[in-house]
């Protein structure tokens, strides 16, 4: 029997030299997060202030990532906000998490987030989303292994292959900017502090 941890028909799977770690379905961790706007969540212009929904965006996210991992998880980034309508008072948002992709000690988070009103039974729209990782750390914040995901529905593998899509672009752009600052420092340019 195949391990249960292989996905098929994915190619970037990550080897572990020290042996393997069972797998766990994406399901396990799956969490939504539900929270009502109120005055104290808004900006200048009277809706809630972005940086209100990226909190709850980072809260759920560490919340699936410390689920999968089983410890402590810290976000080690955050890319692709998008804000797609404003979020008002009396709103009751609901931020929906779950692993996407994992590599050695780092796991992909997508999140979703929805808005309703709070008192009315229209169906709840997508307001937001984000992709997020977080790296798995030990006590001395040290990264440590994770489960590797192991994605169950057609959502969820096709969640996978996009996420590996955006694990080589961050990995290629961090690079390339590396490399260019490297020749730009032995150059004897960008000097100053
Ligand atoms: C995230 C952190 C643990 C990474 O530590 P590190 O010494 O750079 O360790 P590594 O280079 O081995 O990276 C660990 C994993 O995180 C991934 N990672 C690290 N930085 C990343 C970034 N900026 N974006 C995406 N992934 C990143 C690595 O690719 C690696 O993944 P893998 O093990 O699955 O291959 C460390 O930078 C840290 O503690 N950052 C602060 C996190 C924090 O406090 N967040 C809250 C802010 S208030």
Do not use: C
């Not at 029997?1 to 098929?8: F, G, I």
């Not at 994992?102 to 984000?130: D, F, I, K």
């Not at 959502?155 to 955006?166: S, V, W």
């Amino acid at each position: 029997m195949r391990p249960a941890h292989k996905v098929e028909g994915m190619t970037d799977q990550p080897q572990h030299p020290e042996g393997d770690i069972p797998g766990k379905p994406t399901a396990a961790s799956r969490t939504t997060l539900s929270h009502i706007m109120t005055g104290s969540d808004t900006n200048l212009l009277g809706t809630v202030h972005g940086g209100v929904i990226m909190k709850l965006v980072d809260d759920a996210a560490g919340a699936v990532a410390g689920r999968h991992s089983g410890g402590p998880a810290v976000t080690a980034s955050m890319d692709e906000m998008v804000f797609l309508e404003p979020v008002r008072v009396g709103d009751l948002v609901h931020v929906k998490a779950q692993v996407n992709w994992t590599g050695r000690s780092s796991m992909e988070v997508g999140v979703r987030v929805l808005a309703e009103r709070w008192n009315e039974s229209t169906p709840a729209t997508q307001v937001g989303s984000a992709y997020l990782v977080f790296a798995a750390v030990d006590a001395d914040g040290k990264p440590r292994r994770v489960p590797p995901v192991v994605p169950e529905t057609e959502r969820d593998r096709r969640r996978y292959q996009e996420a590996q899509i955006r694990r080589t672009h961050r990995l290629a752009r961090r690079r390339a900017i590396k490399e260019l600052r490297d020749k730009r420092a032995a150059e004897g340019l960008d000097t100053e502090g």
